[in-house]
């Protein structure tokens, strides 16, 4: 089992930067990969980021590519995700999730691809 708990949401003005953190214990050696993932008010659970675990590989959405960054600390089992120039519609709860299936498959994973998940942390942002 993996627990997986995020931290670094908040409230902040457009244009502005949040960094979100994501910290897994228990089988944290397991993880193959992890991602990041939003739910809006009304809408779906949208994938947000993908980082490999082997190599660092990371893949975005297209509405956040080049204002957020994912990365990683192996040694702390903690994933991040650096949100720059945020919008309005950026607005979510924000839930990290992280697999440890095999997969030869590097792309942005969708939600079933996942075998665990955090509890969320609220970012608002407002115009």
């Known amino acids: 089992q993996v627990h997986l708990v995020e931290s670094g949401g908040g409230s902040v003005q457009a244009g502005g930067s949040l960094s979100l953190s994501c910290a897994a214990s228990?089988?944290?050696?397991?993880?193959?990969?992890m991602g990041w993932f939003r739910q809006a008010p009304g809408k779906e659970r949208e994938e947000v980021a993908t980082?490999?675990?082997?190599?660092?590989?990371?893949y975005y959405r297209d509405s956040v590519k080049g204002r957020f960054t994912c990365s990683q600390d192996n040694a702390k089992n903690t994933v991040y995700l650096q949100m720059n120039s945020l919008k309005p519609e950026d607005t979510a709860m924000y839930y990290c999730?992280?697999?440890?299936?095999?997969?030869?498959?590097?792309?942005?994973?969708?939600?079933?691809?996942?075998?665990?998940w955090g509890q969320g942390t609220q970012v608002t942002v407002s115009s």
């Open positions: 980082i490999y675990s082997d190599g660092g590989y990371t």
């Open positions: 228990g089988a944290s050696y397991s993880i193959k990969y």
């Open positions: 999730a992280a697999a440890s299936r095999n997969t030869y498959i590097y792309n942005l994973r969708p939600e079933s691809a996942y075998d665990y």
